[in-house]
């Protein structure tokens, strides 16, 4: 368990996409199935990923090292969701963002927090490169 901070709604969100809840994301329980958080969430960071541009190359592509996702209620369908994040730590090849989920029409409602590790590796050798200059602007432009 991390002993790191969570953002705080009122913290300045780094990027924010609003998503659907799909019919097909329900488990047997008809409410969205715990991996498909993962799904939301991978979306959202590429969506953010495009926004900053000039962030993925042939030596330099990004890999998820880590996930934590602490589930704080059930999302049932239908829903519009908000899925926000946060810089929370650059390193030298790798980013830490926090995120949090939450219903579109209440942002009081949180779904889930936590954070993901990518780090930018070079995919024809196996190994981390240095995060690219417009990952680490982007990223020190949150003001949080």
């Known amino acids: ?15 924010v996409t609003e ?26 960071r590429l969506q953010w990923m495009q926004q900053v ?13 880590a996930a934590e996702l602490n589930y704080r209620r059930p999302i049932a369908w239908p829903a519009q969701l908000h899925v926000q994040l946060y810089s929370e730590r650059l390193g030298n090849s790798s980013i830490t963002l926090a995120h ?13 927090d936590g954070r993901t590790v990518m780090v930018w590796t070079n995919p024809t050798i196996g190994k981390s490169v ?11 432009q949150a003001d949080y």
């Open 130 to 140: 240095p995060l690219p200059t417009t990952i680490r602007a982007a990223a020190t």
């Open 100 to 112: 949090r989920i939450v219903d579109a029409s209440d942002p009081s409602r949180l779904y889930c």
């Open 53 to 65: 541009g000039d962030c993925l190359s042939e030596t330099a592509m990004p890999v998820l090292a």
């Open 19 to 44: 998503l659907p809840v799909r019919w097909r994301d329900l488990d047997a329980f008809n409410h969205v199935n715990n991996a498909t958080y993962l799904t939301y969430l991978e979306e959202a």
């Open 1 to 15: 368990m991390s002993h790191m901070a969570q953002p705080t709604p009122d913290a300045a969100p780094l990027f």
